[in-house]
């Protein structure tokens, strides 16, 4: 039933993440938010159609597609209440819910790293974003992308070896552009192919930009390799931005317009990089902690003797948070909290993340 009703919450029409969550907020579970009362609903503020679906069973809110999805043995799910949903994603400002996944679950945990740009690349571009997929994914990073014609699927063609993520725009059992169908079978074998659009959604313009916000909320940054003005890449990097990612830029000619796009990244803040280790030196130590897997597991039997460094301990985990996420967490001030940053991370307690955030660093022995 879990699943049902989880998926029946994804079809019901126009509810965004937003809302979902206060439904499960105020209902607990999926499956309790179906067959409720309808003031309860109009207290949330939701629409009459979305009051009438809620009121159904959910498997009868389900699609022909949702079954099939439910019934394939090479279907799965991960629920934002799942223990293993992608830490950096959780904290973005509007998180999906449910992502659908086709292919290797684990990749979801480890560190990744988005390559983006233009679909109608040059052939050094193309060459240039396979280099840069393969030396990255060699080094211990998950190359993520959006399955797009020219540089992203150059990036999964690079990275197919070390593993790559695919973010589609439709749902992931439909694949665009249709030329992507054996790519999109490889990396399902030997990564993740992921969507937050329910099964059988067809490819819509608007759904590709949201689709970046996962791209860049996945990963550690986003280095952008060929882009026109106006590229959708440009989307994805401005998001990154905001989401305090760090966002990567390779140049190029003057002369070319496929080089306007990385080159005003840079004027705006990005990081001119010219090779691998200019990334990897950039992500720094939350890299590390996620590449040798240190992430997943707490050092539980370790606890700072001061008590202030105890509360921000206990409030932290090794997803990275801002200092006013851990300030409201512990009830500190800014000010109180800056101190016991600065002298944990000092101790080798925690790292200075990418965006001025924290995580926790298994203590030095």
Sequence with gaps: MTDRAWLALGRIPGLGPIRQRALLERFGAADRCFQTGAGALQDLGLQAAQIAALQKAPEDVLTP??????ESPDTDLCRWTDGDYPPLLRHISDPPLLLYLRGQRACLNQAMLAIVGSRSPTASGVATA?????????AGLIISSGLALGIDAAAHR???????????????DLIYPRNHLQLARQIAGQGLILSEQPPDTGPRSGLFPRRNRIISGLSLGVLVVEAAEGSGSLITARLAMEQGREVFAIPG??????SRGPHRLIRDG????????????????????????????PA?????????????????????LAPEQIANRCGLT???LSAILLDMELQGYLAACPGGRFCRLPPAS
């Design 65 to 70: 597609a949702d079954r099939r999805w439910l």
């Design 130 to 138: 396979e280099a840069f997929a393969r030396n990255l994914g060699e």
């Design 158 to 172: 690079g990275a197919l070896n070390s593993g790559t993520v695919a973010v589609l725009g439709t749902g992931a």
């Design 253 to 258: 000619s003057i002369h070319s317009p496929l």
């Design 270 to 297: 990005a990081k001119l990089v010219e090779s691998a280790e200019d990334v990897l030196s950039e992500l720094g130590p939350l890299y590390a902690v996620l590449r040798d897997g240190q992430a997943m597991a």
């Design 300 to 320: 539980a039997d370790w606890q700072p003797e001061d008590p202030a460094q105890a509360r921000v301990w206990a409030a932290m985990g090794f997803d990275p």
């Design 334 to 336: 800014l000010t109180e």
